[in-house]
């Protein structure tokens, strides 16, 4: 994973950790790339993390899970 990505990765996991919910437009605008790019960095965000969100299809945003687990691992 490069840094753009990396960076993006843990953007998420902030806005989840600090608002509670993230959609794909929040991630396009913030960082000036494609819905398409931001739905591909949630699924490696869901891949990386499966417990840190989940999607509500009604709204169209991904909003944290109570999971104790850290969302983003630095290792």
């Known amino acids: ?37 931001a739905a591909n960095d949630f699924r490696a965000f869901h891949e990386n993390n499966p417990d840190a969100m989940k999607y509500d299809a009604r709204k169209k945003i991904y909003y944290a899970t109570d999971a104790p687990k850290a969302l983003i691992d630095n290792t």
């Open 1 to 37: 994973m490069n840094w753009f990505a990396s960076h993006r990765q843990e953007w998420i996991a902030d806005m989840l950790r600090v608002y509670g919910f993230i959609n794909r437009f929040h991630l396009a605008r913030k960082f000036g790339i494609s819905t398409a790019q």
